[in-house]
């Protein structure tokens, strides 16, 4: 487990006390508890209730020592709780290796612990990696005293919801309140507590309002018993039946460590690994639950090509190469558009099919709003740099929010600047529509800001002397702030004159490695810019081709109009779903319009329906790879299962490119990470920044804000219903004024149409309406409009 | 009656309506807090520190220096909290006392307030207690109407609020932190310490909590001196105390002594055991402390003293049972009260209570074998001392001390078949040598 003191492990380290524990001389830094010292000497005390991560509570009482000499020369009269004692210089500890009084107080404890327990370790899904079973083989009595005197235990009715997800055996509780601990402290969703008293306490719920909390898997992972169990695992199979390999999780762009279990080829569930540097032990409920996706009945496994009737039909995967680069050939200029799923290894592929197959620059990763405002700043500002990191949020005085919402968008973000701000070392600046509950649970200030006004807000954080922006400030943009004009560049500005650092934070696990890898109209791997000749020469150089397409190519939007103009007639298409793009009705124009369309996808979508040829991918689970964070930081991974029918895109673009007469000079994850090896980082100039001017670019009308929850209708939550039935319901956020005219449902109306939801009153703009992106029908693009578009609402009873 | 009583909170339960304010102020109320508002703070702590005033809820901590680990330069606001949440089995000192002359403790409360400079002070009580709960509410209502509380008390400049919080009816919330959180809104739960609330208390700032008999005692201490209260009780246990009678004594109540009086004494004043009964054994401060036997009527009642002959001075809660109890029965009802109050924070109290229970309950129907009396003592050894608050500890003492007693009777129960006592005859309405 992760041993964290924050930031001072540094200072730490010169401030040693010394200690005798079991005989053996230790030095630890000050502060330190007894319990983690004791492991410096190789001595485990078992314990229930303690946890790295979690404030002391010392109420199992597990981990008793004896202490002969508390460093003063006088010993405790009574064994002590080592998880709650901090060491002290001269002190003389005994565990239960070397004092028979710790080892009878220890005994005595699991004895308690034991005599309300079911013992149905047979049955339990914690049987085989449980502390309380490991811990009363090596620290308990193997008869039980309580039943030889013809005891009776305690029993409740099994198991009861915690949540959709998580359901509470409450018998099998030691009530450590690790469980509830965690929620306060890390978390910070209420509405888990202990309950009642002696030994009819039990964790329970408040029962008029939900356990809503997008971390609740974690209780479960840290619950020392088997007390806690999703409804996605219980009863699904044994600990010692399953093989874990350590992953990199797929929903973010925060690089969380995971854990990944599974049996004979199928993965069974998902675990929080532990990285101090990244996620510390914590993952979202999306990391932790959301993996059957890669199961779903509509899940490709055959390349198809489109038949002369029309239909699909069944490919072998050389027909399917020799049809998709005959149709690209044949289609004329041609686009691709990758997704922001892809790992760095297949970005990279697609940026290099582009460029040396198809002879394009017209290549984006983003599949969501954009603007050419961002295409620049990703290319001047992003790629290549670390801007922050998560210690820097840790340590920084102010973190600053803009267009960034961590609670839904980035989780682990979202815990280390709560790990921050409970601490009292940050302080966060949200500048947003309302006070999100995310914002409040970080005790943060708002900065309300109307859609559209967000470039002016970060201007106005110079101005005022509250904010106090200076260099050991941080600023975050999330990828949402591209549909505000101004705005990433006024972020750039304030950076620039206040020393603090940016970042920026993108939604997907393959946004950053698509920057890096070149997956944009003006960049080339590496950060090579495409108007630099000497970076072109360069890239080209290292892929033993000529030369490279020197202009600047169409992104995202400017592509799907070129298809509609019919200057674009071939489209390669990875993961996007036309739903999530800036306009999906002329995405959805565009795949009919262009001439010849391949797909590559891991599931059934709008995409392959129309497709010419479809290539089924590898999930993240059959294949090796790379996400890189949002720091920057890259995050390698291997396969976790083995599947060799499952191929990653990065060989299916490989096929292509020799059908078209051109190697990509790899077909396998290894050699293609040795080619971005071999070329490297740019080390020339970086792409010139093209500052746009903040405006305010408001409407006078009502205002549509938005992001995404993070558990709402995703492709990549399909087939995880007891995480679904855990979302946030959608509700449209209007102010108190709103509500009152127009009633408890409300109707927003867009230029693509209109929903109707239920509405909540919020410390919100009477001209500013907020929805969730995608919680309800195909989302608000489809059907509503642009985020900062102007709506009109009404009562839906009208 | 005899001159070995010294009342002083005591003294006044008799007079006409005793509790209102112009009752107290007819035999001097309120004259030790123009004495206090005139004297630096620090001469008070001072003074209670000198006088020897140990705490008197049963652990006995000098009171004076209690209140001088407040730091001064913590610029939090400090609060006074009163623990009158009386509880313990067989307590029944500080509930009359609030009954019979709420003044004494509200004109304590300003004046240790005043020395602790805080401005704030909470008397928490005892939820089940409404009765008192009113009378202490209308108390401080009167002190307020006549300016002894508020802005600017008697022109000193000296701000204070009292507030009177009921508890919600749990044993633990006597605990002086499990009562904080229950302040707080929290569930009556003990805290870590360290912090220990002199630095870190209610709501997270310096905090002194007192038991009510002990703020009662400081306008006794200022307005005669710390020299005449020390002239009372022994050497290091000195003044006067509230000793409660309870059980199968003629005449039970409260008596106000000076510590260090002896059983034997209080037996006399309350007319002495129940007629044609003797002494089997008496808890000294309520059930959490051991209890003793007649060999023990002549123990000085002072801290060390009882401290002597294992056991503790505690809330001086005596509780009086003649040879018609049955001490294993007594005891099971005791565990029954400490299973029931558990708050459920700790292993050893929380699960160890609920196996006391039953081994005390099989062994009191006679099932069961003598090595059930090794069991009791092992859980009882793994109970004391190992759990995160003193409540499991007086949960193990009468089991412990009974057995060391009584051993034989325990055993009585297995060779009987069950318990050999006719548990009517140790009622308070029995007819002398009733039943068979």
Do not use: A
């Given at each position: 487990m992760t041993v964290s003191t924050g930031s001072t492990t540094e200072a730490a380290t010169t401030d040693l006390v010394n200690l005798t524990i079991d005989g053996i001389a230790v030095s630890v830094p000050k502060d330190t508890l007894l319990i983690r010292a004791a492991e410096q000497v190789g001595v485990q005390i078992p314990r229930f209730c303690d946890h790295p991560l979690l404030a002391p509570v010392g109420a199992c009482r597990q981990c008793l020592v004896d202490i002969p000499d508390a460093g003063n020369g006088r010993p405790f009269p009574k064994p002590q709780a080592s998880c709650t004692l901090p060491v002290a210089e001269g002190m003389v500890v005994n565990t239960q290796a070397t004092s028979p009084v710790a080892d009878k107080a220890q005994q005595g404890i699991m004895e308690f612990l034991l005599i309300n327990h079911p013992l149905d370790c047979p049955v339990c899904d914690k049987g085989g990696e449980c502390p309380l079973q490991n811990q009363a083989m090596s620290n308990g009595r193997g008869e039980s005293r309580f039943s030889a005197t013809g005891g009776v235990k305690r029993t409740f009715p099994k198991p009861i919801s915690i949540s959709a997800q998580v359901l509470l055996d409450r018998e099998r509780c030691v009530l450590c309140a690790r469980c509830t601990r965690f929620s306060e402290e890390i978390a910070g969703d209420p509405f888990i507590a202990l309950l009642e008293r002696g030994a009819l306490q039990q964790v329970g719920i408040y029962e008029k309002e939900p356990f809503e909390s997008y971390f609740s898997g974690n209780t479960i992972q840290i619950c020392p018993v088997g007390a806690l169990t999703s409804a996605e695992y219980r009863?699904?199979?044994r600990p010692f039946d399953l093989v874990s390999s350590p992953s990199v999780a797929e929903h973010d762009a925060c690089g969380s460590a995971i854990r990944v279990d599974h049996r004979r080829g199928k993965v069974m569930r998902r675990l929080s690994g532990n990285d101090p540097e990244v996620n510390e032990e914590w993952i979202t409920d999306k990391d932790r639950f959301a993996f059957h996706y890669a199961d779903a009945a509509d899940r490709l496994t055959y390349p198809q090509v489109r038949d002369d009737d029309g239909s699909l039909r069944p490919a072998s995967w050389p027909e399917a190469f020799a049809v998709a680069a005959r149709g690209l050939a044949e289609a004329g200029a041609s686009a691709v558009l990758t997704g922001g799923r892809v790992t760095a290894e297949d970005a990279f592929a697609y940026s290099k099919f582009a460029r040396v197959a198809l002879g394009t620059n017209d290549i984006d990763f983003r599949a969501r709003p954009l603007s050419a405002e961002e295409t620049s700043f990703l290319a001047s500002e992003v790629v290549l740099r670390q801007g922050a990191t998560y210690s820097d949020l840790e340590s920084a005085a102010t973190v600053v929010l803009a267009g960034l919402e961590p609670e839904d968008e980035a989780g682990a973000i979202f815990l280390r600047l709560r790990k921050a701000t409970r601490a009292s070392r940050t302080r966060v600046i949200s500048i947003a529509p309302f006070e999100s509950r995310g914002l409040q649970k970080l005790g943060g200030q708002l900065i309300a800001t109307k859609p559209g006004r967000e470039a002016l807000a970060l201007q106005d954080l110079l101005g005022h002397g509250d904010y106090g922006i200076d260099s050991s400030s941080v600023i975050l943009v999330g990828e949402r702030l591209a549909t505000a004009p101004g705005a990433l560049s006024a972020a750039v500005e304030v950076a620039r004159k206040s020393g603090a650092k940016l970042a920026w934070v993108p939604r997907r696990a393959g946004d950053r490695g698509a920057v890096e890898a070149g997956c944009l109209p003006n960049l080339l791997p590496g950060g090579r810019p495409v108007a630099d000749a000497a970076a072109r020469v360069d890239a080209a150089t290292t892929w033993g081709v000529s030369g490279l397409p020197e202009t600047a190519g169409r992104d995202a939007d400017q592509i799907v109009a070129a298809v509609n103009a019919g200057q674009v007639g071939g489209l390669v298409v990875g993961g996007v779903d036309p739903d999530d793009t800036a306009d999906p009705a002329a995405f959805r124009a565009a795949l009919d319009r262009a001439s010849f369309v391949v797909a590559l996808e891991l599931r059934e979508s709008d995409v392959t329906r129309v497709a010419d040829v479809v290539f089924p991918v590898a999930p993240v689970s059959d294949k090796a790879g790379t996400f890189v964070t949002w720091e920057g930081r890259p995050r390698p991974f291997e396969a976790v299962l083995s599947v060799p029918s499952s191929l990653p895109d990065l060989r299916i673009l490989a096929g292509i490119a020799e059908e078209l007469g051109t190697s990509l000079g790899f077909r396998t994850v290894a050699e293609a990470r040795a080619q971005m090896e071999e070329m490297g980082p740019w080390d020339g100039e970086r792409a010139a920044p093209e500052p746009v001017q903040a405006h305010?670019?408001?409407?006078?009308?009502v205002t549509l804000a938005t992001w995404k929850q993070m558990l709402d209708n995703g492709r990549m939550q399909d087939g995880d219903d007891n995480l679904r039935a855990t979302a946030r319901v959608a509700v449209a956020r209007v102010s108190a004024n709103v509500y009152d005219a127009l009633g408890p449902s409300i109707t927003v109306t867009g230029e693509r149409g209109s929903v109707t939801v239920p509405a909540a009153i919020a410390e919100i703009a009477d001209d500013v309406v907020w929805l969730p992106a995608n919680s309800s029908g195909r989302g608000l693009l489809a059907e509503v409009g642009l985020p900062g578009s102007t709506v009109t609402l009404k009562g839906a009873d009208e | 009656m005899t001159d070995t009583l010294t009342p002083v909170l005591t003294d006044s339960w008799d007079t006409e309506r005793a509790w209102t304010l112009p009752a107290y102020e007819s035999r001097g109320g309120y004259g030790a807090l123009r004495k206090a508002l005139g004297m630096e703070p620090g001469a008070i702590v001072e003074a209670v520190k000198e006088s020897g005033l140990r705490g008197r809820g049963g652990a006995g901590f000098p009171t004076g220096m209690k209140w001088s680990f407040i730091p001064q330069d913590n610029p939090k606001p400090k609060y006074l909290v009163v623990n009158a949440d009386e509880s313990e089995p067989g307590t029944c000192k500080d509930i009359p006392l609030m009954m019979a002359n709420p003044h004494v403790l509200v004109e304590g409360v300003i004046i240790s307030s005043f020395a602790i400079r805080a401005n704030k002070a909470f008397i928490y009580i005892r939820g089940e207690v409404l009765h008192v709960i009113r009378r202490v509410q209308a108390a401080v209502a009167e002190a307020y109407a006549a300016g002894h509380l508020g802005q600017d008390i008697h022109g000193s400049g000296y701000d204070l609020d009292v507030i009177v919080h009921a508890g919600a009816g749990a044993y633990i919330c006597g605990e002086e932190t499990a009562l904080l959180e229950g302040l707080e809104g929290r569930r009556g739960q003990p805290r870590l310490r360290p912090p220990f609330p002199a630095v870190a208390g209610l709501y997270a700032s310096p905090t002194v909590i007192n038991n009510v008999e002990s703020i009662a005692s400081v306008p006794s201490i200022i307005e005669h001196g710390h020299e005449w209260f020390a002239s009372m009780g022994t050497e290091k246990s000195k003044g006067y105390g509230i000793f409660s009678l309870s059980g199968h004594v003629a005449n039970p109540g409260q008596f106000e002594a000076p510590l260090g009086i002896t059983l034997r004494e209080l037996i006399d004043l309350a007319g002495g055991i129940r007629d044609g009964h003797q002494l089997k054994f008496w808890t000294p401060g309520g059930s959490s402390t051991p209890l003793l036997t007649d060999e023990h009527l002549d123990v000085p009642l002072d801290f060390e003293g009882v401290a002597g002959v294992g056991s503790m001075l505690g809330t001086r809660a005596l509780q009086i049972f003649d040879e018609t109890t049955c001490v294993v029965r007594a005891t099971l009802r005791w565990t029954e009260f400490y299973k029931h109050e558990s708050c459920g924070k700790c292993t050893p109290c929380r699960e160890g209570t609920w196996w006391l229970v039953q081994v005390l309950s099989r062994l009191e129907q006679?099932?069961?074998?003598?090595?059930d009396l090794d069991l009791l003592l092992d859980q009882c050894d793994n109970i004391a001392g190992r759990s995160f608050c003193a409540l499991a500890d007086g949960a193990a003492a009468p089991i412990q001390s009974s057995i060391k007693f009584f051993r034989d009777e325990y055993i009585a129960h297995l060779t009987h078949g069950g318990c050999p006592f006719d548990p009517a005859a140790s009622t308070l309405f029995a007819t002398s040598g009733a039943l068979a």
């Open positions: 009863f699904r199979s305010d670019v408001s409407d006078p009308g | 006679g099932v069961g074998s003598e090595s």
